[in-house]
Each structure stands twice: as C-alpha cells, then as structure tokens.
C-alpha cells in the first residue's frame, strides 16, 4: 500500500483544515495510508519511508512561511529519489498561487530526487484569519482524489 504525507504549518486553523480535508478523501480511497503532521512535530528522516509528501503553507507576503522553506531545503539532504511531492497554500487576496508557486520551484531546485505529482492547490481564505472561503474545500477532496488517482497510475 502506497503511503502519503501531509506536512503543514498554520497560524489560524486554515491551511490545517486544507490539510485535513486533503488527507481525508486520500483515506477514503482506502489505497493511500495518509499521514497529517503539523511541521513542528515531523521528524525529518522519517520522510524516506513515505511514496508522496505534500506540503502545505499560509502565504506569507507572497512566499510560504520561513519554517515550511527551511522544512524543503531539509528535504533536499535525505535520499527521496523516486518519490513524489505536491504543494498547496492558502491565501487572501491577490496572492493566490504565490506561495504554492514558489514552493514548487524550491523543492526543484533544492530537491531534485522528488517529482512533482500534480500542480499545486491554492485555497482562498477570506481576510487575514480566514475562515476558507465557501465553496473552496471542495476542492481539497477533488485534489485528494486527484492525487490518489496520480499515485495508482
């Protein structure tokens, strides 16, 4: 059975709740055991025993947050060949797919073992706090399937 991982930081709940959800309609597949961890709470080399990680920020002026960037670069020192990673954000605003973006590009550029399974998620959330604009968690279980169906293949 193929194993996924879901690693986040959130300050309001938001991008938790993205996390989740995702994870959620991953399990419901009943072919993808899935893992959700907050950052501060995830062992680095443990990574090596997952097939997919997904990694999930608050956009942060445009970026994802500082401790999910350091988070990719560490990723880039374990042996993750073969292994397939995905991103996602939660933004306000004009800043969607900013951080999702740009994490993609870090974890190209800094950790080439992984391959990107699926272009990212960016779920609206409405002001500073949220909560996720309506009609956006559909959209989590879609990619949740999505990427469930992209890991069967």
């Known amino acids: 059975m193929?194993?996924?991982?879901?690693?986040?930081?959130?300050k309001y709940g938001n991008t938790k709740t993205v996390a989740e959800c995702i994870a959620e309609s991953m399990k419901e597949a009943n072919s993808i055991e899935t893992a959700v961890y907050e950052l501060k709470t995830v062992k680095l080399d443990e990574l090596v025993d997952y097939d997919m990680i997904l990694i999930g920020s608050p956009n942060h002026m445009g970026s994802a947050t500082r401790g999910i960037r350091k988070f990719i670069d560490g990723l880039g020192k374990l042996n993750l060949q073969g292994k397939w990673v995905a991103c996602f954000d939660t933004c306000i605003g004009r800043d969607?797919?900013?951080?999702m973006k740009k994490m993609e590009k870090q974890v190209g550029e800094k950790v080439p073992g992984l391959t990107l399974v699926a272009p990212g998620l960016s779920i609206r959330v409405d002001g500073m706090k949220g909560p996720i604009t309506e009609g956006e968690l559909p959209k989590c279980k879609d990619y949740g399937v999505k990427i469930t169906n992209l890991m069967k293949e």
């Open 96 to 99: 969607f797919e900013k951080a």
């Open 2 to 10: 193929a194993k996924a991982v879901i690693i986040y930081e959130s």
